[in-house]
């Protein structure tokens, strides 16, 4: 890892660490290494704020430690696993149960109401359908949406959607959740709203890792690392500023 | 086949391509439009193959028509060749005095033939090497060999053979191959009951003079010497038949023009010979008007069952359309905003629909001769069953350009109009929404203009319904009254929810399709083909609607299912949550099974009604008598009653029922200018009427059938038709009804006999082809009724009851062989019954087949929006597999969606058609003689409903698979 700056310590236990994790893609003749022998770790309660220029591999780091896409060397190691030694069936449950995702793009099943996205995450760990309605409810109440729990994606606004997107990814309680630009959408008073929540949930102990392009929300994180070119360049630990 | 619709198709094709040359001349609509096409080819391909699938069976029912007309006019080159017009004469001085006065058209310009020859009818029999084979019904001819040869020439006359000599005879092939002899062998032949050997001296092609004969059969022909005939027949104390044979000038079909001309020229020179008998007969003409109508008839037919394909090829285009409006909602509603017209949204998709079509056209042309192809085989062998021996028809693959250019017109001019109006709407997309791929704001009242609108058009619909069922008029009766409550949906909608008003304007259609035939019983009278495709339409349409408004409600039995925790259960809870979420796609891919299912499990309905009622229908047809022989009338049995029931049949008949015949023409009283019907009359005595076949109707006047039967074996001036009089093959229409009055026509005198209709008898089969001539109408009445029609009457029929346990057809095979002198042909009434039930069954077969191509079409069409719904689904099941949906549940969930969607379509359909042939069981006059419970076909509707749903799931296994590969950071496109 070719990381510089003040290096974090922490007396957590690490929920995730990647080792010389090295991700490729091709196009034709060209390859690209989005992600160059990556070494992280990842601390239980942590709010992590990975920022970089455009290309630098913010999104291709969120995507492979999450297990979403394949590397093409190194490993991650979640509860003492490789991610990569696991099947895609395992991979799958292991995202269930583990973790929560957060999109720029909320990304919503639009054919679904509010608190059916949200309960989604209960019902794919086994929980039956009446708790995983009322934990849903109970979920979306906590982030303002309690009235809205039955409309479509399409009937709510950009921070209503996002808010749902939020109590979906953290319903399940997950041990970490992955958000990617989740202010990326919304207008400042939304996003300031968003990041607000992020920041309440993660003083209660939510592991927390989001790629962002906004200098304020970076520094708002409890640790901030800068990408480029497929390096982390910078890893600090830092008190948060306030939002 | 119909030429008269092709000025308006090719007006409209005409116009389309001058609006797409047009729209073309627009450089950034035709960028976008174009390259729209060619982005994706394989999408373009599956989008190319629903219009596909429309254009080939529009130009396979045309082909069908086409070939069967060619078939029949096929008959015009075999059998009659250059014969035009005949005049027949029973006494050989008549005949003389006929050659005579008509020798003078030898000179007219317009006649290249006159022939006079004598025949008669004869069996003939070839006995060799313990082998004996006979064909009782062959026509023996004695002419000139030489003036034969010469007949119509230049154009062969299809008698070019050296004169056989005194012990020598010529015979065609037909003749040849029933007796399975060929030139120098030796055959008997029964001249009026004496035997005659002759050595075959040539076999000739049943051709022209070759194949002549009576009317427009093919027949069985061997010719002699003159001499031998007459002086056979002078033996015997009778004369043979004489007939003139004229040729117009010009080919087979060149001379057909001809014919009213030459007729009259020799009704002119034959004078008071026509009164006296010798009337001229166009034989000719008659097979042409008679194929064009078999042709028209049968390709309607086709027709009917193709629109119901067509219409599921329609809502294809309909579907594929908006969603590819919906994929590219977001482009559409950026386009609009820097400036793209909404007229320029449309011109866009409809050079991309004018694409589409003329894919279509050129693809679906091929596809559907060879569609056609197909069907003309089967349809000709099924049609062929009806028919015995050397009656059936050649088959004959006839592809007209009329055809061709309608069928492609039509197929191209339907896609590009479905496009244009789809697009219409898609044009209206508001900017915003599109962009931001929100929902379109939602109008909380109707419109004034709309509503204005709704209330003109339901009051027109209502006034227009009003003369429509007043008349029982079927197409109409069924559309306007739908249409006006579909109309009144927004007016309703002002007054209640718009989920109620279209409930109700739904249950209001439904609910008429289902019950108008109770209130108008005589809506199915006019056999129209559009009063069934309108119905069927308004019922699938009606019922989809109300489905797509109630899902929730009709989901509740399995909600359960929906919610259980299990990788099983989010997978069926997605497979729901699409469907009912995209009301229209889904409504329309429900339409599209359900109006092909509901028209497959009619007809398998049908069927199954038929079958169960065979036992019925052949106590209905034969009342008991189980064998009708007839023989000729040249060498009649001279007292059948005693001669058939004694000797070796002692034991075996019981009781025999003499039957005389006689050929007339008939008019049909439903119709007040139809062409003449070919009838036989069928003359019957006292045992027949004293154990009569079951009638469907009769004179009200009258206690009971069987005072029917009295009064029409007791009085001339009463008949009987049967319940199919006058039927062409088409949907069943109004039978003729008790008390009308029939005209019959003595074909050689022109005589008129007029008759008044006592009773319909359910089932005539027991008469079909008693004249051994082609089929003829039967119409029933007393022996010394026919008599004074004053047609030639021949006593050659009977029909025989046998004892208990009587092998039939041992029976039939021995006196087949001990009358053979007479040229007895023997029938099995109740397998004649059971083979009328056979053809029936397998030709709805065929149409199944058919309409098994519009369910293609449906299978087809779940099998697009799965593929397009993958792509349009990406960024969503990215997102579950991120939540941590297994790959084999995105899976399973694609191929239960369109399990879902296709059970719902198939099940509406089924209950639809099991219905509705339940009140046509009930109600309709064609069903009255089917004394049975109400049948419902369970094993063949499930074999139907299995194989379709098979067939959807397989269409979905790619599409499935293709989503269950998406890789979860790919589809979220979170990009750097």
Not at chain 2, 159 to 183: H, R, T
Not at chain 2, 211 to 219: D, K
Request: aromatic share 6%.
């Amino acid at each position: 890892m070719a990381a510089s700056g003040k290096r974090h310590a922490t007396n957590q236990q690490p929920l995730l660490r990647a080792e010389s994790v090295t991700k490729i893609y091709r196009t034709g003749q060209q390859e690209v290494k989005a992600l160059d022998r990556l070494d992280i770790t990842v601390r239980s309660g942590e709010m992590l704020a990975v920022m970089g220029p455009s290309g630098s591999g913010k999104t291709t780091l969120l995507n492979c430690l999450s297990g979403l896409d394949d590397i093409d060397g190194g490993r991650v190691l979640v509860e003492g696993r490789d991610l990569f030694a696991m099947s895609d069936h395992e991979r799958t449950a292991h995202r269930a149960r583990a973790m929560g995702f957060i999109f720029q793009a909320f990304n919503l099943i639009p054919v679904f109401n509010a608190v059916e996205n949200v309960e989604l995450p209960l019902l794919l760990v086994g929980v039956k359908a009446r708790e995983a309605r009322t934990r849903a409810t109970e979920m979306l109440t906590r982030v303002g949406l309690g009235e809205r729990a039955a409309h479509r994606p399409n009937e709510l606004s950009g921070g209503e959607q996002q808010r749902v997107a939020i109590a979906r990814a953290l319903v399940a309680r997950p041990a970490i959740v992955w958000a990617d630009e989740p202010t990326g959408n919304l207008d400042t008073v939304m996003a300031t709203q968003v990041m607000d929540l992020l920041r309440q949930l993660n003083d209660e102990g939510q592991t927390i890792v989001l790629v962002t392009h906004d200098l304020a929300i970076g520094h708002s994180a409890k640790r901030l690392v800068r990408m480029l070119d497929g390096h982390l360049v910078h890893d600090e630990m830092k008190e948060r500023v306030p939002g | 086949m119909y030429p008269e619709l092709l000025p308006w198709l090719v007006g409209l094709f005409t116009v389309s391509v001058l609006l797409t040359a047009f729209l073309l001349t627009r450089p950034v609509l035709r960028r976008l439009a174009m390259r729209q096409v060619v982005r994706r080819p394989t999408e373009t391909a599956l989008v190319a193959l629903g219009s596909v699938l429309g254009t080939a069976l529009i130009l396979a029912s045309l082909v069908v028509g086409d070939s069967l007309d060619r078939s029949v006019r096929q008959i015009a080159y075999d059998v009659l060749g250059p014969v035009d017009e005949t005049v027949r004469s029973l006494s050989l001085e008549q005949g003389a005095d006929v050659a005579r006065r008509l020798a003078s058209l030898a000179d007219d310009p317009r006649v290249d033939g006159l022939l006079t020859v004598y025949g008669d009818q004869a069996s003939a029999v070839v006995e060799s090497g313990g082998r004996t084979a006979a064909e009782p019904r062959a026509l023996v001819w004695e002419l000139d060999f030489a003036e034969a040869a010469e007949f119509g020439a230049p154009h062969p006359s299809g008698l070019d053979a050296e004169d056989p000599g005194a012990d020598g005879v010529v015979i065609n092939e037909n003749l040849a191959e029933s007796l399975g002899v060929e030139a120098g062998e030796q055959v008997t032949f029964y001249l009026y009951e004496q035997p005659f050997d002759a050595v075959i001296s040539a076999v000739v092609p049943a051709e022209g003079l070759g194949g002549v004969g009576r009317g427009a059969s093919v027949n069985s022909n061997a010719y002699f010497s003159p001499g031998t005939l007459t002086e056979a027949a002078a033996a015997a104390g009778r004369d043979p038949t004489t007939t003139t044979f004229v040729s117009n000038r010009g080919d087979v079909e060149e001379s057909a023009p001809l014919t009213d001309e030459i007729k009259a020229a020799m009704e002119g020179a034959l004078g008071p010979l026509v009164a006296e008998g010798a009337a001229v007969a166009t034989p000719k003409q008659d097979v042409l008007d008679e194929a064009e109508e078999a042709g028209a008839v049968l390709g309607s037919v086709f027709l009917l069952i193709g629109s119901f394909c067509i219409i599921a090829g329609v809502l294809l285009l309909v579907n594929v359309f908006v969603m590819l409006a919906g994929e590219r909602r977001g482009q559409l509603g950026i386009m609009r905003a820097i400036g793209l017209r909404r007229r320029y949204v449309t011109g866009q998709f409809a050079i991309e629909g004018a694409a589409y079509a003329a894919i279509a056209a050129v693809v679906g042309a091929l596809v559907g001769v060879g569609i056609g192809r197909l069907v003309v085989s089967l349809a000709m062998r099924i049609l062929n069953s009806y028919e015995a021996g050397e009656n059936q028809l050649a088959i004959v693959f006839h592809v007209s350009p009329t055809s061709v250019v309608n069928g492609v017109t039509a197929g191209f001019v339907i896609a590009f109009v479905t496009v244009v109006i789809t697009s219409v709407r898609i044009a209206r997309t508001n900017i915003i929404a599109a962009i931001r791929d929100l929902e379109p704001p939602v109008k909380h009242r109707t419109r004034a203009r709309l509503t204005v609108l709704s209330v003109v058009a339901t009051a027109a619909f209502v006034a227009a319904s009003v003369p429509a069922i007043a008349t029982s008029e079927g197409a109409t009766t069924y559309l306007f009254p739908s249409l006006a409550a579909v109309s009144a949906v927004p007016l309703l909608a002002r007054l209640m929810p718009l989920r109620a008003a279209l409930t109700a304007a739904s249950l209001a259609v439904l609910g008429w399709a289902l019950l108008a035939n109770t209130v108008r019983p005589d809506i199915y009278d006019d056999a129209s083909t559009a009063t069934y495709v309108v119905l069927g339409c308004a019922l699938a349409f009606a019922a989809v609607m109300l489905v797509s408004l109630h899902q929730s409600v009709l989901l509740r039995p399995v909600r359960r299912l929906v919610e259980r925790p299990t990788q099983s259960g989010l997978a069926a809870r997605l497979a729901i949550a699409y469907p009912t979420a995209k009301a229209f796609r889904t409504g329309s891919t429900l339409a599209m099974y359900s109006v092909v299912f509901l028209v497959i499990v009619l007809m398998t309905q049908i069927m199954a009604v038929m079958n169960a009622g065979v036992d019925r229908a052949v106590v209905s047809a034969t009342a008991g008598w189980s064998v009708r022989v007839d023989y000729s009338a040249s060498a009649p049995i001279d007292d059948p009653e005693s001669e058939l029931g004694a000797g070796e049949f002692a034991g075996q008949v019981r009781e025999v029922t003499p039957i005389v015949v006689g050929e007339a023409m008939g008019d049909d009283p439903r119709v007040v200018a139809g062409p003449p019907l070919p009838v036989v009359a069928v003359g019957f005595s006292e045992q027949l009427a004293a154990s009569p076949l079951e009638l469907d109707s009769y004179l009200p006047s009258l206690p009971n059938a069987q005072a029917a039967w009295d009064l029409v074996y007791s009085d001339p001036a009463y008949v009987f038709v049967e319940a199919f009089y006058g039927s062409t093959g088409g949907p069943p229409g109004e039978t003729v009804q008790p008390g009308s009055v029939i005209t019959l026509t003595d074909p050689r005198t022109g005589k008129q006999n007029e008759r008044v209709v006592a009773g319909v008898v359910a089932d005539g089969t027991a008469f079909y082809n008693i004249t051994g001539a082609g089929f003829r109408y039967p119409i029933l009445m007393s022996a010394s009724a026919v008599e004074t029609l004053g047609v030639d009457v021949a006593q050659s029929s009977a029909l025989l009851r046998t004892a208990p346990g009587v092998d039939i057809s041992e029976l039939t095979t021995s006196l087949q062989g001990t009358y053979l002198t007479n040229g007895l042909v023997a029938t099995d009434l109740r397998a004649a019954v059971e083979e009328t039930y056979s053809a029936t069954n397998q030709f709805f077969r065929l149409m199944q087949g058919y309409l098994a191509l519009g369910l293609l079409v449906g299978i087809t069409s779940l099998g697009v929006i799965m593929v397009r719904a993958v792509r349009e689904r990406r960024r969503a099941i990215g997102v579950l597999r991120a939540l941590g949906y297994q790959a084999r549940t995105i899976r399973r969930a694609f191929l239960a969606e369109s399990m879902f969607v296709a059970v719902e379509g198939v099940l509406i359909g089924a209950v639809l058609g099991v219905v509705t042939t339940w009140l046509l069981f009930r109600n309709s006059a064609a069903f009255a003689s089917f004394d049975i419970p109400y049948p419902i076909a369970w094993t063949q509707i499930g074999v139907l409903v299995g194989i379709t749903l098979v067939a959807s799931l397989l269409a979905t296994v790619g599409p499935a698979r293709r989503a269950a590969a998406i890789r979860p950071a790919v589809a979220v496109r979170i990009a750097d």
